[in-house]
């Protein structure tokens, strides 16, 4: 299997909106809805803000959204604040029963 | 709540085997629902799926490492454990442990250790 794609990195200004893409095949991302996605800070573990596609755990922001179309799955953040500069990783489940991650988007807020 | 501890050697050399465990506390290892997971990060990379272990003992990994890859599980102690043979540089690493939760989040990985360092060289 081979990783999910996401752009290496994106930028925008606070108060903006960007989309990051997680690109996989009808085997991962485009076979069933068990996509999550997560954050992660420098130095930290990281941290599960979306799964089941576009369903987010209780604590995280409504600031953050998932969708899917295809083979490709979305996250949304809305109204970026100077805290949401991370690295951000999907991850789907697949028709072989195994976990894989993206390559990681580095989100730089301006 | 549940919280994961990686333990192991943290400084290897070549050909060895990595031998690491995860201590699974706030809850059973044994509760259903749950699949065990090892993840790894390179320095500066991003991060890889090396598998998983559910309580019963059925095991998943990734293809690209499943020739080199063991997990295990020991409900007595709360743990379960990846062994990585024949290592090379390429496996330094930051080795993470976590849940990957099918009740709530299907497949989320909703808990992670703290990850612990991985350095290979002679």
């Known amino acids: 299997q081979s990783a999910l794609t996401q752009p290496a990195s994106v930028s925008e200004s606070p108060g903006q909106s960007i989309t990051i893409s997680c690109t996989g095949t009808g085997s991962d991302v485009g076979g069933h809805n068990y996509v999550s996605w997560y954050q992660q800070h420098p130095g930290k573990a990281p941290k599960l803000i979306i799964y089941?596609?576009?369903n987010r755990p209780s604590g995280v922001s409504d600031r953050f959204s998932g969708s899917k179309s295809g083979n490709t799955a979305s996250l949304t953040i809305s109204g970026l604040q100077a805290e949401d500069e991370a690295d951000y990783y999907c991850?789907?489940?697949?028709?072989?029963?195994?976990?894989?991650f993206g390559g990681g988007t580095k989100l730089t807020v301006l | 709540q549940v919280q994961l501890q990686e333990s192991g050697p943290g400084l290897l050399k070549p050909s060895q085997t990595l031998s690491l465990t995860c201590t699974v506390s706030g809850g059973s290892i044994s509760s259903g629902g749950y699949y065990w997971s090892w993840i790894r990060q390179h320095p500066g990379k991003g991060l890889e799926w090396i598998g998983y272990?559910?309580?019963?003992?059925?095991?998943y990994s990734s293809p690209s490492l499943e020739s080199r890859v063991s997990i295990s599980v020991d409900t007595s102690k709360n743990q379960f454990s990846l062994k990585l043979s024949s290592l090379t540089a390429a496996d330094t690493a930051v080795y993470y442990c976590g849940r990957s939760n099918t009740k709530q989040y299907y497949y989320g990985l909703d808990v992670w250790g703290q990850g612990t360092t991985v350095t290979v060289s002679s």
């Open positions: 089941e596609v576009s």
């Open positions: 991850n789907s489940y697949t028709t072989s029963r195994t976990l894989v």
């Open positions: 272990i559910y309580y019963s003992g059925s095991t």
